[in-house]
């Protein structure tokens, strides 16, 4: 019988044993012919040396995970236990993995789930701006603003600034009860909903109160010039020409731009046009910026949502 003891070294045991051991009595079950013993960072391992040297493979497995993660849920845990062989199921969880955009709170796994959405997560590494335009339900604001999280938390960006045009969808904003904010903030509030699943809510509050994180209407962007950020411009179709050039050269030095866009949902005067529209036009061939046309295959909502998408472009 062989015997390794792995010491802990660069990662909290808490992380690999779970909370009352969860997680370890998780690694006995793929392990059933080995014997555990943890003490603090000592994992004592018994059993047949070749079960023992795929073990210790699986711990460094985890602990890299966890440092390019920062996180280690059971979900994952147990989906990179549960892979057998040697290259060619790493080579499969390679393809896996490289959908991930980033670990949100309690366990959730954001990644692209459509070949669009994993054209912006690609396209965004290459390019610094971004337009992405489709109907409702293809995950633009979502993917977009996973990607600006993921850049904040990678360091790659010193802020994200998250804007969209405040036009009245037939409700009247100044009914709306409250101060300017409060009557604002329903109109960002998908926005908010996106935020709220990645980053935890004291850390989001922070951000907020210290304005690593804005969260602010168009008109608000006007004469800044906005560098080392990462910005979205959500609900595109609904600016006006003249909005959206005052937006896009707001464009400043090591910054990220994404414009998200539904053309069939316009709220405008009839007259007016969309400054979407303008833009996806004149900047089609500008090196730097790419276009992602998003389309009924990307609707990841209720499978109703692609057949009520579909009905209106037949009318």
């Given at each position: 019988m062989g015997e390794k003891i792995i010491t802990l070294e660069s990662i909290e045991p808490v992380e690999i044993y779970g909370v009352n051991d969860i997680k370890l009595n998780l690694i006995r079950k793929y392990f059933p012919k080995l014997k555990l013993i943890a003490r603090g960072y000592s994992l004592k391992v018994l059993g047949d040396p070749q079960e023992i040297?795929?073990?210790?493979?699986?711990v460094e497995m985890l602990i890299d995970h966890y440092h390019k993660n920062g996180l280690l849920t059971e979900n994952v845990l147990e989906r990179l236990l549960g892979q057998t062989g040697d290259n060619i199921l790493e080579a499969k969880d390679d393809a896996t993995t490289s959908d991930i955009i980033?670990?949100?709170n309690n366990g959730l796994v954001v990644k692209a789930k459509t070949d669009n959405q994993r054209k912006m997560m690609n396209s965004i590494l290459t390019n610094d701006m971004l337009f992405a335009v489709g109907p409702a339900g293809t995950g633009k604001t979502y993917t977009a603003v996973a990607l600006a999280v993921r850049a904040l938390k990678n360091k790659e960006v010193k802020r994200i600034i998250l804007t969209r045009p405040a036009v009245e969808a037939g409700e009247n904003l100044g009914?709306?009860?409250?101060?300017?904010?409060?009557k604002?903030?329903?109109?960002?509030?998908?926005?908010?909903?996106?935020?709220?699943?990645?980053?935890?809510t004291d850390k989001l509050n922070q951000f907020i109160e210290n304005r690593t994180i804005q969260i602010a209407p168009l008109a608000f962007m006007r004469g800044r010039t906005l560098d080392n950020a990462f910005v979205i411009l959500d609900e595109a179709q609904n600016?006006?020409?003249?909005?959206?050039?005052?937006?896009?050269?707001?464009?400043?030095?090591?910054?990220?731009?994404?414009?998200?866009?539904d053309t069939t949902q316009i709220d405008l005067p009839?007259?007016?046009?969309?400054g979407l529209l303008q833009?996806?036009?004149?900047?089609?061939k500008v090196?730097?910026?790419?276009?992602?046309?998003?389309?009924?295959?990307?609707?990841?909502?209720?499978?109703?949502?692609?057949?009520?998408?579909?009905?209106?472009?037949?009318k």
């Open positions: 040297e795929r073990f210790e493979k699986k980033l670990f949100g009914f709306l009860p409250g101060d300017l904010k409060e604002l903030d329903p109109y960002m509030q998908p926005l908010y909903d996106a935020l709220n699943d990645m980053v935890p600016t006006t020409e003249s909005q959206m050039k005052m937006f896009l050269t707001r464009m400043g030095a090591n910054a990220k731009f994404i414009v998200n866009g009839a007259k007016q046009p969309s833009a996806v036009k004149l900047l089609k090196q730097g910026i790419d276009i992602i046309e998003l389309n009924n295959t990307d609707v990841i909502r209720h499978k109703l949502v692609r057949a009520i998408i579909e009905r209106y472009e037949e």
